[in-house]
């Protein structure tokens, strides 16, 4: 969990320098506030997904193990 924390963390601390690097500089197009707010969405949700994934195989593992 700890490794996951840091990777995280490093990730917002790109994404709070990268957004401070476009709001000095002039518009360069090759990145929009809608394709963040997208991207963010799609990997919540593909994390929510694998975290349920997970918590129903934990739960089951049990009685999956004799197939």
Do not use: F
């Not at 690097?21 to 090759?30: H, I, L, N």
């Not at 997208?38 to 949700?45: K, L, R």
Request: proline content about 1%; aromatic content about 6%; some cysteine.
């Amino acid at each position: 969990m700890k490794y996951t924390a840091l990777r995280s963390c490093r990730a917002v601390r790109w994404l709070a320098t990268r957004m401070e690097e476009a709001a000095r500089q002039p518009d360069r197009g090759d990145i929009s506030i809608t394709t963040v707010i997208i991207w963010v969405a799609a990997v919540t949700g593909a994390l929510m997904i694998a975290g349920t994934i997970a918590v129903v195989i934990a739960k089951y593992n049990g009685n999956l193990s004799g197939i």
